[in-house]
Each structure stands twice: as C-alpha cells, then as structure tokens.
C-alpha cells in the first residue's frame, strides 16, 4: 500500500512553529512583500535574511509532535512519501525518510546565480555577505510569492500513485500546491485532518477527521494499521 502524507502548516504549528495565515500569524507581523518575494530581497536583502534567520532559529528550537511521529512510524508497515508545504525538518527529525519539500528548505541556503547550486547551512543565521562556491550571495531556500515551485511535478506524480492520500494541517488554500489532492487518482481513499477542513468535492472519496494533527493522526495511524494487519 501507497500512502502520501500532505502536510501543511497545521501540523508544525502545535510544534510551536508560527503559521503565516492564522490570527497572530506572521503575515500580521510582515508585509509578505517585504519579507517573501524576489523583489523583496532585491530591495532589502538583510531584512528578508534577518527574517527568516528568526524563523529558521525557530524551527532549531521545536520538536516533532505525536502527528511527526506516527507519520513516520507508518514507514514500518508501508510505502510512505511525504509531500509537506512546510520549510522546516520536523518530519526528518521524527524518523520520515521520503520527504519532499514543495516550498523549500530553511535550514539550507542556495545561490542567487545558479538556483540549482543548494547547500546545508552551517551556522543558524545567513548573512550579507555570505556565498555561494561562485563567489554570489547566499539566499534562502525558500519559494517566494511569484516563483515557480520547482518541485511540483514530482508532486503531483507522487500523489497520483498513492493507494491513500493523507491531508494533515493544511487549508487547502495555498496554490498550486492545494490541487494536488485532485491528482489522486480514482481508487484513492482520501484523508483529512484538520479541525477545520473544508469539504473536497463530492466525487472523491474522503473521511473528515475533525481533530488537531498531533491526535488526529495517531487516530488515523491506529485504522491503518489495523487495516494492514
């Protein structure tokens, strides 16, 4: 059995981790155009760095929670791909090894000449100054408002083997990545997990489970499990 884990904000926010959308989120607290564009960065690039270096110090500081966990435990038993919108490592920390990053990584940096060239950051914070092994300035690897997001059509080929489609902790509002549960192919039992999910079209197959990421999936983790006993 395939099962892809789409996972989004919801999931590292009872990590601790700031969401960008919520009441007190981020976006309260920065103009996304001042911290999250090409053109931001052009513009002021040591605050977008000393922004995300807040983030990134963040996520150094939180832990994975029971949804982490009982993700990756399900690898003990089946064929298990993570598809996450989030940036940070929480789903590598709790023991995930299929991991696919939609919207970047924080704890990694990439040149601003070749974007291709990506490198592991060493210290918490990246500075002005900061380069690549061609001599360009370090940037974030991050997608930004208005870039493309490189990794989706690997996405959506992930989610279009999945024999289950798990959506934990996120909206379904951010784009593209929202349509990837419409790539699930026919057969798919869909999942979602979310306190506050909206309804999927009627024509999927989907089971709402109205609780928070860290109680909901171990729930869910426990049917699996039973189903492939």
């Known amino acids: ?34 911290v999250a564009t090409p053109e931001a960065f052009a513009r002021n690039p040591g605050l977008v760095l000393r922004f995300y270096n807040e983030r990134r110090l963040q996520v150094l500081q939180a832990r994975p929670n029971a949804a982490h966990q009982a993700i990756a435990a399900i690898e003990h038993i089946a064929e298990v791909q993570v598809v996450t919108q989030n940036v940070d490592d929480l789903h590598e920390r709790a023991g995930s090894t299929r991991v696919l990053h939609l919207h970047g990584e924080i704890l990694k940096a990439r040149s601003t000449l070749d974007p291709g060239l990506v490198v592991p950051l060493k210290e918490a914070e990246l500075e002005l100054g900061d380069r690549c092994p061609l001599g360009s300035q370090l940037r974030p690897h991050i997608v930004w408002f208005g870039e493309e997001v490189p990794q989706m059509e690997e ?75």
């Open 1 to 34: 059995m395939r099962i892809v884990f789409f996972t989004g904000a919801g999931i590292s926010a009872e990590s601790g981790l700031n969401t960008f959308r919520d009441s007190g989120g981020l976006w309260e607290q920065h103009r996304m155009e001042d």
């Open 155 to 229: 996405a959506a080929r992930v989610v279009a083997a999945a024999d289950v489609l798990v959506v934990v902790g996120s909206s379904l509002q951010v784009w593209p990545a929202a349509g990837l549960v419409h790539a699930a192919p026919p057969h798919a039992r869909i999942h979602v997990v979310d306190p506050r999910a909206e309804e999927l079209p009627h024509s999927l197959h989907v089971r709402y489970w109205s609780e928070k990421a860290s109680t909901g999936v171990p729930m869910l983790a426990d049917l699996l499990r039973r189903e492939l006993a």
